[in-house]
């Protein structure tokens, strides 16, 4: 984590994907494995899923029985490699400005959220709750609190410094 963390301050987020958009692998794969598969069955995580910042499809690939697309402004190629799925180039920004599009029964993202500038972080989590109900943050640590006009805290589970977070939409009767 800490040499991602310092590579983003030297090259930045989109210099250290354009270095790395063909061979990224979260090196906490693992916890976010294990997490996803308690959280998985104890949540019922089923359904047509979003792999929000799919990177190189390591949610995505857990959801085999599902119906899953990935967005990812950085690593589309290698994420539809390795899953056989599709996958959005889409920014932070350009969901802002544009919405999604498409309905969800969860969104799932997976070491990014934190990435987003905090100023853009409500009208990102307002257009989440435009295509889904459900919103699954995986996190390595607080950041980003997404509870506010838009979700709100359900469930989270944590395993060593990883987080996860199942937020539903205020919106939802």
């Known amino acids: ?5 310092n590579e983003y301050k030297k090259h930045g987020v989109d210099g250290f994907y354009k270095l790395h958009s063909q061979d990224y692998e979260n090196p906490h794969k693992s916890n976010i494995e294990n997490l996803l598969t308690e959280a998985k069955t104890e949540w019922n995580i089923n359904g047509n899923i979003l792999d929000l910042c799919c990177g190189s499809g390591e949610v995505s690939n857990m959801f085999s029985e599902c119906s899953v697309e990935g967005i990812d402004p950085y690593t589309k190629g290698l994420y539809e490699k390795n899953t056989g799925n599709s996958c959005i180039p889409m920014t932070f920004k ?50 980003p609190d997404c509870n506010g006009d838009f979700f709100r805290e359900i469930k989270r589970m944590k395993k060593e410094r990883t987080s996860i977070v199942w937020y539903r939409s205020n919106m939802v009767n």
């Not at 999604?100 to 500038?117: P, Q």
Request: charged share 20%.
């Open 94 to 143: 350009d969901i802002v400005q544009n919405g999604i599009g498409k309905r969800y029964d969860f969104v799932i993202c997976s070491y990014a959220m934190h990435l987003c500038e905090k100023s853009m972080l409500p009208m990102l989590l307002y257009r989440i709750s435009e295509v889904s109900n459900n919103l699954v943050i995986i996190t390595p640590h607080k950041k």
């Open 1 to 5: 984590m800490d040499a991602i963390i």
